[in-house]
């Protein structure tokens, strides 16, 4: 029998949906993963098929060394801070189904508008930030107002928006302050050529317009589009707060126009056999424009499920069977209603002790489920968009409907937290 290995960074919901999906096309899973604690090793322990122990998921060469001899017939991971480098273990041990490089690339938002451009593709002027005696030069390139963010960020991390070139230094400065204080590894390692995202920003043309995701499937340099999904409901931080599938009032060749954006964008940087989760804006001048790419992982939270309900494509099996190269699950037929999802995010910083109060959102008539994400000892952070507990809906009848029942799963919802 074949064996999978499934490489975690940290704790995930998506592990369990992996390792169901690897089970699902007949192959053993087993699980790569830094020293686990009883409790966790217990908790996993139903869910995959063994355990591999490194002391650094994110050394390559180790991670190579420990699987060599095991035979892996694929390794794959859902996590985004190490997918780049499961994709290089991946192609040492001669398993690769999509170049590494393809995932180094789109780990760089820098390169990857690089890229984009290249390719004839709209996008917004950019520039990176190293100095913040640099910054009325790239106000003036870039134009105001503009985004700044990490280079290699994901998740929302840090992500601000600025008017005047005063605004874009403080910017420079609260970065270079709060990034080195995230535990995300990612962070504290180099880019190709040296870029330090610890001291390097990116800085872009602020976008005007809604925002929606895609998340695309590459089967043989073929993409496949699952839907689109409206974000109507953002945070003055840039976090989402709810989606909905379909989009209020987007019309077919709107949504025709956004799918072809997300398309062209993976397969200009050159992925194959693999997934991305797409994040599109609509801007009044550009068209369609797309700002993330999110190469080698689909959907995060519990947004596959929002998918499978709204379409019946599960995007988890089908990213396992991409990884695989196994043949693509079989698929079901979508609700015929609308469906939101909504997320929301713990109050403050420190370990989370306890989440109270999913059971009366549970009860609410709109709600479908309730996925916590979080888990007890996880530290969680107000710089970093954690989906923390996600709610799916239905029977909502527009926008307001969307944002009132945000708004009481948010009032039902409670975190205690302590001092990390």
């Not at 995959?48 to 095991?70: I, K, N, P, S």
């Not at 999110?294 to 499920?305: D, E, F, I």
Request: aromatic share 4%; proline share 6%.
């Amino acid at each position: 029998m074949k064996t999978a290995f499934i490489v975690r960074e940290t704790r995930g919901h998506w592990i369990a949906d992996f390792a169901a999906a690897v089970r699902g096309a007949g192959w053993r899973a087993e699980l790569v993963t830094e020293p686990l604690d009883d409790a966790e090793r217990a908790a996993l322990d139903p869910l995959v098929d063994g355990f591999v122990v490194v002391e650094d998921v994110r050394d390559v060469l180790a991670v190579t060394g420990a699987l060599r001899d095991r035979g892996p017939a694929a390794v794959l991971t859902g996590a985004e801070g190490i997918i780049a480098s499961t994709a290089q273990v991946a192609e040492l041990l001669g398993v690769a189904r999509c170049p590494a490089s393809v995932f180094t690339c789109a780990h760089n938002k820098f390169a990857v508008r690089e890229k984009l451009a290249e390719a004839g593709l709209p996008g917004p002027r950019a520039a990176l930030f190293a100095d913040p005696s640099e910054a009325a030069a790239i106000a003036e390139r870039v134009g105001l107002p503009a985004i700044v963010k990490p280079v290699n960020g994901a998740a929302s991390t840090l992500v601000r928006t600025v008017s005047t070139v005063d605004e874009l230094v403080a910017a420079y400065h609260l970065l270079a302050a709060r990034l080195p204080e995230n535990a995300d590894a990612r962070y504290h390692r180099l880019l190709p050529g040296g870029i330090d995202p610890l001291r390097v920003f990116l800085v872009e043309g602020l976008l005007d317009g809604p925002e929606y995701a895609v998340d695309v499937l590459v089967r043989d340099g073929a993409a496949e589009t699952v839907t689109v999904v409206g974000k109507p409901l953002i945070d003055e931080r840039k976090f989402e707060l709810g989606m909905v599938c379909p989009p209020f009032g987007l019309s077919g060749e709107r949504a025709a126009a956004i799918r072809a954006a997300a398309a062209d964008a993976v397969l200009a940087l050159g992925l194959d056999q693999a997934v991305a989760h797409v994040e599109v804006i609509d801007d009044a001048g550009l068209g369609p424009v797309v700002v993330e790419v999110n190469a080698g992982r689909p959907a995060g939270g519990a947004q596959p499920a929002l998918l499978k309900l709204a379409t019946g494509i599960d995007v988890t099996a089908e990213a396992v069977s991409l990884a695989l190269g196994t043949p693509p699950p079989a698929r079901g037929t979508g609700l015929p209603v609308p469906v939101g999802y909504l997320i929301v995010y713990a109050e403050g910083s420190g370990r989370l002790v306890r989440v109270d109060g999913t059971g009366e959102v549970a009860d609410l008539p709109e709600v479908l489920d309730v996925v916590t994400i979080v888990s007890p000892g996880q530290v969680l952070t107000d710089d970093q968009e954690i989906y923390a507990v996600n709610v799916l809906v239905a029977g909502f009848a527009d926008l307001d409907d969307l944002a009132a029942l945000h708004a009481e799963a948010t009032k039902l919802i409670h975190f205690e937290l302590e001092e990390a």
